[in-house]
């Protein structure tokens, strides 16, 4: 570990870590599909110099067309259109080019449901190539005879079941536009999102199974249906049919004329179904992102650039192979699981895992039971998840085994090099690469990672970006900032997964993303380059808090309390200081069998600044039972710094997992 103090704003940086390298192993990277950083640079360069021909020579090799394209990339920025003139269709590409191959009677979804409560094991069901295309057909049918046709928009609202992925593939077969709805929103934001893109149909299910409690979807969406905003329009006007999924065996309220049975439907209607030829910019999808303030925006996506960036960063960065069993533990209704559980995955022939419930329901080994029995060789998830895990215990993964993994990821945010290392060793058994991704809703796939087989790794680094990507890391100005100096990551170069636009409003596409830094794209995060080029992500922009004039990111002061043998998790917030501008905040939450007391408060604030530097000590630490987290697993930051500010928690908290956390945190519980 380093023995850098650094306590200036250029170099106010987590060390933990930094000087350990995990180069690929040799058998590895033999095996793998890019197996050397020289095999790496050399595309890489090509994709960056070459772009039409590096990504136009991959279109055609990759992606099944009913019609060429005439043009790689007609860029008028802020707008892209990628494969200019080409015809082709996402469902088609992910089933269809597989029915003449041996792949056809492969697993393409595996699905288990949450475990009951008395240990029984939950609902299993696997579904072939051959299956999966049957059944999108059928349910293409079932959308047709409903009305639903190319162009229009259509909501899904469902559980974590193979449905959700029937109907997703469904809409991109018959060119619908789909809009999942993440099954842990309110049914205000159903109401929102339907007003917003005026979709025409819903799909949902009587409910879903959390925790062994049932999610009242059905019930939500018909609330959502009664809303109205300031005017007294109907949010939900523009509905003219409800697809109700039978899922939860729950009584819910049919409305005659609106609301059919999904498997009611099935029954009425043939198995076969013709893809539509899409044009290559024809929208795709729309995905809803919400922040603190302003409604939430429609990002959309198209075709053919994002089916094909999609299919290349699943299989590079998860180096898939046709033996893999690979586990995407995120929901349908974020990106990650359109990108990384559906498309991307099945776009390459391979077997993608599906789980409905919680990882620690009915015990802590949930994920580990089913790694254990599916033989799961690929498992991507988050690093909220993995601080749980270190939380619960070593001895949860060390009753199953784990020996079928051999490659590790992580999404969402950056991850704590302390949980880098638990899961390498914990879970990997120090021998997966982990690959440590990130991206954005808005840039459709993978930006920034490891190749597995070529990457030498640093733990809590993403390391070096994708092909075809460009990033850099700038000053307010736009100007490139030295190495290891940290400033505002952006993207210089179009890409084909971009996103198009925010749904129906061009002009706040280009006020969010294209006029922070003129001419480039700008994430909203902040990272550094080290010496070697490798990208550190600190996290939203917002994150990072300006201390008596010094830039603190709080991803490494959150690394930092992570690395106390004592903490399990910490969350970092800035507040308004009269002196300092802004006061940093660690809420944190402590190992089983670890007391709380002062003299704690000030060992972990002495153990920051040993890690970091004396200026980014925490001003307050609070102890926690539990932090305030969606049911994605994220933390509600924005609620902890409306806490830490002592003012009155504002804006939507439907996501919440517990309420309880909320409640006890606001009366000051520990």
């Known amino acids: 570990m380093s023995n850098k103090k650094p306590t200036t704003s250029a170099s106010i940086t987590s060390v933990l870590h930094e000087e350990r390298v995990f180069p690929p192993a040799k058998a590895f990277s033999q095996a793998a599909h890019i197996q050397s950083l020289a095999q790496y640079r050399k595309l890489y360069d090509e994709s960056v110099k070459s772009p039409d021909k590096f990504w136009g020579k991959r279109a055609k090799e990759e992606l099944v067309w009913f019609k060429p394209w005439t043009q790689v990339l007609q860029w008028k920025e802020p707008f892209a259109k990628w494969f200019v003139g080409g015809q082709l269709n996402l469902s088609h590409n992910c089933l269809d080019r597989h029915l003449d191959t041996p792949t056809a009677n492969k697993a393409a979804l595996i699905w288990e449901g949450e475990l009951a409560t008395d240990g029984k094991p939950g609902e299993e069901r696997v579904l072939t190539y051959k299956q999966l295309h049957r059944e999108v057909c059928r349910f293409a049918n079932v959308l047709k005879k409903n009305g639903a046709a190319k162009g229009d928009r259509v909501l899904i609202y469902l559980p974590m079941v193979p449905e959700a992925a029937i109907a997703m593939l469904a809409c991109a077969r018959i060119g619908a536009i789909h809009s999942v709805v993440f099954g842990g929103f309110s049914a205000q934001s159903v109401a929102d999102r339907i007003h917003d893109c005026g979709a025409k149909l819903v799909i949902t299910a009587d409910g879903g199974f959390r925790r062994g409690g049932v999610v009242q979807l059905k019930k939500n969406v018909d609330e959502a249906l009664t809303l109205k905003d300031a005017q007294g329009n109907a949010l939900g006007a523009s509905i003219q049919k409800v697809i109700v999924l039978r899922r939860a065996a729950n009584e819910v309220q049919m409305q005659e004329g609106r609301d059919v049975w999904w498997h009611e439907e099935a029954k009425l209607v043939g198995v076969e179904c013709a893809a539509e030829k899409m044009d290559s910019e024809a929208p795709l999808f729309i995905l809803y992102t919400s922040g603190s303030t302003g409604k939430p925006k429609g990002i ?11 299919k290349l960063t699943s299989r590079y960065v998860f180096d898939l192979k046709e033996t893999d069993v690979y586990w995407c533990t995120a929901d349908v209704g974020w990106v990650t699981g359109h990108s990384y559980v559906v498309y991307g995955p099945l776009a390459n022939g391979a077997t993608s895992l599906m789980y409905e419930g919680a990882p620690n329901w009915p015990e802590p080994d949930r994920f580990w039971r089913i790694v254990e029995k599916y033989g799961v060789t690929v498992l991507y ?63 459709g796939g993978i930006l920034i990672t490891p190749l597995p087989g070529a990457t030498p790794t640093k733990p809590g680094s993403a390391t070096l970006p994708f092909f075809g ?48 830094i003129k001419g480039s794209y700008f994430t909203g995060d902040g990272s550094r380059q080290d010496e070697d080029g490798y990208f550190w992500i600190v996290g939203r922009i917002d994150d990072v808090l300006n201390v008596a004039g010094h830039r603190i990111g709080t991803a490494e002061v959150e690394s930092a309390l992570v690395s106390n043998s004592k903490v399990a998790e910490a969350a970092v917030v800035g507040r308004p200081d009269d002196l300092k501008g802004q006061a940093l905040v660690a809420f944190v939450t402590l190992k089983s069998g670890v007391a709380t007391n002062p003299s704690l408060r000030e060992e972990l604030r002495r153990h920051v600044a040993k890690e970091i530097g004396p200026v980014a000590k925490p001003d307050d630490i609070r102890f926690a039972e539990a932090l305030p987290k969606t ?40």
């Open 300 to 310: 959309f996506h198209t075709t053919a650039g994002y089916l094909l960036f999609a």
């Open 381 to 443: 998830t988050a690093p909220t998840a993995i601080r749980a895990f270190m939380k619960w215990g070593v001895e949860w993964p060390m009753k199953r085994d784990l020996r079928s993994l051999r490659l590790l990821g992580t999404v969402g945010e950056p991850i704590n090099p302390e949980a880098w290392i638990w899961y390498h060793e914990v879970i990997g058994h120090g021998r997966c690469p982990i690959v440590d991704t990130w991206w954005q809703t808005e840039t």
């Open 469 to 516: 990507i460009v990033p850099e890391v700038v000053d307010d100005t736009g100007q490139t900032v030295p190495r290891n100096t940290g400033g505002k990551l952006v993207i210089r170069k179009p890409w084909p997964a971009m996103l198009r636009g925010v749904w129906g409003d061009p002009q706040r596409y280009n006020e969010i993303y294209w006029t922070e």
């Open 631 to 670: 049911r994605s697993g994220k933390i509600m930051r924005r609620l902890l710094k409306q806490i830490a500010a002592g003012g009155e928690i504002k804006g939507d908290t439907t996501t919440l997992e517990d309420f309880g956390v909320l409640a006890r945190l606001s009366h000051g519980e520990e």
